[in-house]
């Protein structure tokens, strides 16, 4: 008997589905169902939400939509509209140089895009003024954001890479530093590491040069481990190769990064404190502002964060829209409880059963469905005259995450759909607008988790069959096999990076 029931509701579902697209005379339709069942590895698990850009318009298409699904990257929609709608639009993160008492001050404002070079010329205008007058102690004030640096579920093995940096009030140059190991010698010799040598970190190689035969028999890959103060180790192994192999190392400890490069940047001015570099924010003084460093505007900063996918940004900023609403210093926490209200104060949008730990998406607890996630996008997408977020989302074959997009390169989604991408360890996500060949707009979410393809699903159950047949489809309009999109070719990553699974096209991005 629960079978017959549990097959009669999975029959009732599909004829449901069925009916919405054959009888929604409302808005677009299409002809029979979209049929993507069996599409992907098996063990995977998909969410799929089709709706007309309209203000009132019922699905044409649904699957799971209701399901909590890791978001990935498309959380940073959420990120973008509760930062607009927060924010005042000539936003900008300030860093200012003042002066307290006897000591000076640097106040960080938690900015991604601080540079040293940004720091250097806030000290050569104080050391410009007339009659500048020695100080004491120098502090650096890191007073903007409170709490932990990571979000909670942010992965341990991802802590050293520059996808993930910590997100601290004192950021300089990102978090981020570049260097290459090199093994380009005989197998049995030790790698050697390179990082330019005015970089105050420590950086120490054990792995020794192996062949690929080694490599495989062994299951001795390159490992990465970071430590608070600064130093990493490099251990396990690594694959003879010409090139060298680039490395992009989080900073641990932001706060003594920076000290140490104000420290070289005082020496080459000529400055010389009366006592040392202090974190932390004086007590009691009236402040002077001496100079002050302006980020670029808001919408230029949500520009790389939703074209590139940068998740330095997206949780910064999230971190400083939860300081704005409640008037304290930024966190995880506040900032999340923030999006959430005005959210549903601002736009109507209930995100209370969403679970949502950071602004970028990187940590493994977010949880949001697909119907939730489109009430945002069609929020965005009715409001865009006021907004003017769309603009800033990746275009199929044109721009950001999609530029490169396996399948969206050429006609004919090159430039029909606007979506932002999402990509985890098993997570393959779009939520946008696509332009259909009759120039229908369709809000499209697409949620695929648990997605491990193995070589046996190469060419049959991938995640490229499955966009092929939903965007291809809900593009023409038309079921027949015809209308899926055609295959397109993808170069293979690079197996022995020590980023983690989710290779980086740039700095600060985590998925394609």
Request: charged share 25%; net charge neutral; aromatic share 6%.
């Amino acid at each position: 008997m629960v079978n017959r029931t549990a097959g009669r509701f999975e029959a009732f579902t599909k004829i449901r589905a069925g009916m919405a697209l054959l009888c929604l005379a409302s808005g677009p339709a299409l002809a029979a169902p979209l049929d993507l069942d069996g599409l992907l590895p098996d063990g995977s698990q998909y969410a799929v939400l089709v709706q007309p850009l309209a203000e009132k318009a019922e699905p044409v298409y649904e699957h799971d939509s209701g399901l909590l699904l890791p978001p990935a990257s498309t959380q940073k929609v959420i990120t973008a509209l509760a930062a607009r709608l927060i924010l005042p639009k000539d936003f900008r993160f300030a860093t200012t140089l003042e002066r307290t008492g006897e000591d000076l001050v640097i106040r960080f404002s938690g900015d991604p895009t601080l540079t040293r070079e940004d720091l250097q010329k806030l000290l050569t205008q104080y050391k410009q003024q007339p009659g500048a007058q020695p100080f004491h102690n120098l502090w650096l004030d890191d007073s903007a954001f409170t709490g932990v640096e990571h979000a909670q579920g942010l992965p341990w093995d991802n802590m050293g890479s520059c996808y993930s940096a910590p997100n601290a009030a004192i950021t300089l140059d990102r978090n981020c530093v570049w260097g290459a190991i090199y093994s380009d010698a005989e197998p049995g010799k030790p790698t050697r590491v390179n990082v330019p040598v005015d970089q105050p970190i420590r950086v120490k190689t054990t792995a020794p040069i192996v062949t690929i035969e080694q490599i495989k028999a062994t299951r001795c890959y390159l490992e990465l481990i970071p430590s608070p103060n600064n130093e990493y180790l490099l251990s396990g192994c690594l694959g003879k190769r010409k090139e060298p192999l680039p490395l992009k190392l989080a900073v641990q400890n932001p706060a003594q990064f920076a000290k140490e490069v104000l420290e070289k940047q005082l020496k080459q001015l000529g400055i010389k404190p009366g006592g040392e570099i202090k974190i932390g924010k004086p007590e009691g003084g009236e402040a002077k502002t001496i100079a002050t460093h302006l980020s670029a505007p808001l919408p230029d900063l949500m520009d790389q964060m939703l074209k590139r996918s940068d998740n330095l940004i997206a949780d910064n900023l999230f971190k400083t829209l939860g300081g704005h609403y409640y008037n304290q210093p930024g966190s995880f926490a506040n900032a999340t409880a923030a999006a959430k209200a005005v959210l549903k104060e601002k736009a109507g949008i209930d995100l209370s059963r969403a679970i949502l730990k950071d602004g970028s998406g990187l940590s493994r607890d977010n949880r949001i469905s697909a119907r939730q996630l489109t009430e945002v996008i069609r929020y965005i997408g009715l409001n865009d005259k006021e907004l003017g977020l769309l603009a800033l989302f990746p275009v199929a074959g044109e721009s950001g995450t999609l530029l490169y997009h396996r399948g969206f390169t050429k006609p004919p989604l090159k430039g029909k759909l606007t979506s932002k991408s999402g990509t985890l360890y098993g997570t393959k996500n779009l939520a946008g607008i696509l332009t259909t060949a009759k120039g229908d707009r369709l809000l499209v979410t697409q949620f695929v988790t648990n997605y491990f393809p193995t070589k046996a699903d190469s060419g049959k159950k991938t995640i490229e069959q499955f966009e092929r047949r939903l965007y291809g489809r809900l593009y023409q309009q038309n079921p027949d096999p015809k209308a899926d999109l055609p295959l397109e070719e993808a170069p293979a990553p690079d197996a022995q990076s020590p980023q983690g699974q989710e290779a980086d096209p740039g700095p600060g991005a985590d998925d394609r």
